[in-house]
Each structure stands twice: as structure tokens, then as C-alpha cells.
């Protein structure tokens, strides 16, 4: 059974960096056959709101929400079996519970695995 | 982006009723729709992909349809577990995006 865990600091100040990562267990990040897995990050506001943040392949390929790449990076560790996340220039806006999840090819690109969720506050 | 419209953004029913949840792209996904449930501080749970295609373990009394632009959930006979919030997802293209939830309520 895949797990996936997100950790990292709760409260981030204004202007200052969010970083987390997310530990993948019960199955390898390279797994999957080519093009299969591919490792997400999605952030939900207070009251609602799902907002797609990008993704990376094992390989390190990368894309991302085009309202938040100027900001966003997400890196992989195949050794570790763990991929993060650094947001920069944070501000209020930026709370949310932010998930890692597994995108699946093989049903239709569905986010078929998620992690618990990691509240971050932006605040000073 | 391709923006995800749910209605209703509520809806009250009891357990055995049927429901139905409509979800509409602003242009044609074709049948790339994901279906997800997600309870109080709780992670999304993935229920549909594909349209209406049924992930692994999610009971039958889920369905979904649709191509193209609009698309339902269906769940035929509530049960008590299933009063949660629906969204809706497009993997058609980039950038993913999801409905704004569909909330059901025990009425």
C-alpha cells in the first residue's frame, strides 16, 4: 500500500520561503513503467478551494501551475524516495493545507494516492 | 486554464435517497474527469476517473458520465459515509483544475 507524508514547518513568515517535502513509502517514486507516476503537490485555502500546483517525474521533468511558476520549484531525491516543494515570497494568500499526491496514468492521470495534508500559516 | 463549474455548491438529501452532482468544463475535456470525496480534515479520496470509470474499491453504488463538457456523479443510494464534500477534476490538460466542491449535507 503506497503512503505518502508531508512534513515541514507550519508557519512560514511573509516573504520568507515554504519548503516541504514528501516522503513516498510502500512503493518507489520510479516506479510504474515509463510515464506512469507522476508526483504532485496541491494546496487547499480555509473553506475550500483545491489549486493544482505542479508535479515532477522521476526523471526531474517538471511542470506547474502557470499562476505560481515564478515562485514555485519541486525537486526530487529518488534515494531518498521523497520530493519537495519551496514556494518563495510567501504571504497570507499563501495558507493552505498543501497535499502531495500520486498522479496515476493508468487511471486516466486520476491523483489516485494522497498524503494527510500539512497546514502551513503565513504569518508573522 | 479550463475552468471547472459544480452545481449545486450544496445539497441536502437522506440516507437512500439518490443523488446527482453535475460538474461543467468551460470547454471540451472529452471524458479526462476525475471524481474525488473528501470528509472533514481528511484528504481528497479518489472515487472516478475517466468519466466513469470506478476506482478499485470504491462500492457501486458510485457512478459517473458525461463526455465533452458536462459530466454527473451519481451515487443511488446514500449511505451515512458518504455525506462529504464531491469535486470534480480535468486531467485533459494543463493546468489541472478542480470544481469548487459540492457539499452533501444529511437533511
Known amino acids: 500500500q503506497v503512503q505518502l507524508q508531508e512534513s515541514g514547518p507550519g508557519l512560514v513568515k511573509p516573504s520568507q520561503t515554504l519548503s516541504l517535502t514528501c516522503t513516498v513509502s510502500?512503493?518507489?517514486?520510479?516506479?510504474?513503467?515509463?510515464?506512469?507516476?507522476?508526483w504532485n503537490w496541491i494546496r487547499q485555502y480555509p473553506g475550500k478551494g483545491l489549486e493544482w500546483i505542479g508535479y515532477?517525474?522521476?526523471?526531474?521533468?517538471?511542470y506547474y501551475n502557470p499562476s505560481l511558476r515564478s515562485r514555485v520549484t519541486i525537486t526530487v531525491d529518488t534515494s531518498e524516495n521523497q520530493f519537495s516543494l519551496n514556494l518563495t515570497s510567501v504571504t497570507a494568500a499563501d495558507t493552505a493545507v498543501y497535499y502531495c499526491?500520486?498522479?496515476?496514468?493508468?487511471?486516466?492521470?486520476?491523483?489516485?494516492?494522497w498524503g494527510q495534508g500539512a497546514l502551513v500559516t503565513v504569518s508573522s | 486554464d479550463i475552468q471547472m463549474t459544480q452545481s449545486p455548491s450544496s445539497l441536502s438529501a437522506s440516507v437512500g435517497d439518490r443523488v446527482t452532482i453535475s460538474c461543467r468544463a468551460s470547454q471540451s475535456i472529452i471524458s479526462h474527469l476525475n471524481w474525488y470525496q473528501q470528509k472533514p480534515g481528511k484528504a481528497p479520496k479518489f472515487l472516478i476517473y475517466?468519466?466513469?470509470k470506478l476506482q478499485s474499491g470504491v462500492p457501486s453504488r458510485f457512478s459517473g458520465s458525461g463526455s465533452g463538457t458536462d459530466f454527473t456523479l451519481t451515487i443511488s443510494s446514500l449511505q451515512p459515509e458518504d455525506f462529504a464534500t464531491y469535486y470534480c477534476q480535468q486531467s485533459h490538460s494543463m493546468p489541472r483544475t478542480f470544481g469548487q466542491g459540492t457539499k452533501l449535507e444529511i437533511k
Open positions: 515532477i517525474y522521476h526523471s526531474g521533468s517538471t
Open positions: 499526491a500520486r498522479q496515476n496514468i493508468a487511471v486516466g492521470g486520476g491523483l489516485d494516492y
Open positions: 475517466e468519466a466513469s
Open positions: 510502500g512503493g518507489s517514486i520510479n516506479s510504474g513503467g515509463y510515464g506512469a507516476y507522476y
